[in-house]
């Protein structure tokens, strides 16, 4: 079997502002199981990509371990890529980040990799509001380790071994408002629609953006006892809102009815147009987010679309008061200030 993407694409395919076509942000053919929501969460993100005229040169992708985890491989082929140990990829973008604030950070995750042996890092990424893109790919079970139940997993939900789940899950979106995350957003990664709006706004969003994106595991949770399968997402989503992402110096359009939308400018000078599907919610509180999540999940639906957001939020290089330059970029004149500064800084401190 060939796993070689067909180097052919039409001649006619669409360009955006930088000339790329959306082949330019893809990468290698996925090995994951045929139907895996993780490959059109990859999808979205490689048309998120491109509709924003993202370079992808400035993108840095990083992971952890998980199925989940593998997937930066499948998009934005020509951008930095790292994948660390499991549940560590928080701190290594938040050591690269440091390092090169001039990057478009975006990690992929999964609910093992971020629920359980990594959620001591996703405090702290969240804590200290780390610019970059967050994306848990949760399935609510271990696929690669052959279907053991994760931290994610709903009370009474059957995976493929049969067994209902008896242990109560942790809801990763209520955790990252009760943290403090200025951004957070529930999606499914079979509603494209809903998906790439939420991601761009996500990228433009200044400081930590978190979307726990539920995806079905075809092999090992997509029984009909299961939560996290495609047949019970479909019949239990609903939605809080509707978004439409409009770049700067973009006309502002609609086709949703007036008087029920919301204009957020972000800090680049782009627009959010939400469009409020559930009026009980303001986006700016993180008790009307937490209250409407507890309030559906009761009801037994699964609540999506942007919760929270916090377009004045400082993030981690204004709070800590960085050099605007890179520290990538600095040279020993500028790291090495000489022995009359060095003593007068420890002076400072004695």
Do not use: W
């Not at 502002?17 to 990468?27: F, I, N, P, Q, R």
């Not at 999808?43 to 924003?52: D, N, P, Q």
């Not at 990664?189 to 991601?199: A, E, F, N, R, T």
């Amino acid at each position: 079997m060939s796993y070689k993407i067909p180097a052919f694409r039409h001649k006619n395919l669409p360009k955006n502002k930088l000339g790329y076509t959306s082949k330019d942000y893809e990468g290698a053919v996925s090995t994951l199981c045929a139907g895996c929501g993780h490959d059109s969460i990859s999808a979205a993100i490689i048309e998120a990509c491109f509709e924003m005229s993202i370079p992808p040169h400035r993108v840095a992708k990083l992971s952890g371990i998980g199925c989940s985890s593998k997937t930066p491989t499948y998009f934005l082929g020509n951008s930095h890529g790292f994948n660390s140990v499991h549940g560590r990829m928080p701190s290594v973008a938040t050591g690269a980040n440091m390092a090169n604030r001039d990057l478009l950070y975006i990690g992929v995750s999964g609910d093992g990799d971020t629920a359980s042996i990594g959620m001591g890092q996703f405090v702290h990424s969240v804590r200290r509001n780390v610019n970059m893109v967050y994306i848990c790919e949760n399935n609510g079970v271990y696929g690669l380790t052959k279907g053991q139940d994760s931290a994610t997993t709903d009370v009474g939900s059957t995976s493929k071994k049969g067994e209902p789940n008896a242990l109560e899950p942790i809801d990763l979106c209520a955790i990252a408002l009760q943290l403090g995350a200025t951004f957070v957003a529930n999606s499914f990664s079979g509603d494209k629609h809903q998906l790439v709006p939420i991601i761009k706004t996500a990228i433009a969003h200044r400081g930590f953006a978190f979307i726990n994106v539920i995806s079905p595991c075809v092999t090992f949770n997509n029984t009909p006892g299961s939560t996290k399968g495609y047949d019970y997402i479909r019949q239990h989503m609903a939605s809080t809102n509707a978004v439409d992402y409009v770049p700067l110096a973009e006309e502002i359009t609609t086709d949703y009815d007036e008087g029920a939308d919301e204009l957020v400018t972000m800090h680049d000078g782009s627009v959010i147009n939400l469009h409020k599907l559930d009026p009980r919610l303001d986006i700016h509180s993180r008790r009307s987010a937490l209250d409407l999540i507890h309030q559906y999940k009761a009801e037994e639906k699964v609540l999506t679309g942007i919760l929270f957001i916090d377009e004045e939020a400082k993030e981690i290089h204004e709070t800590m008061n960085t050099t605007g330059t890179p520290l990538r970029d600095l040279g020993e004149k500028e790291l090495c200030p000489g022995k009359a500064r060095l003593d007068e800084i420890n002076t400072l401190h004695r």
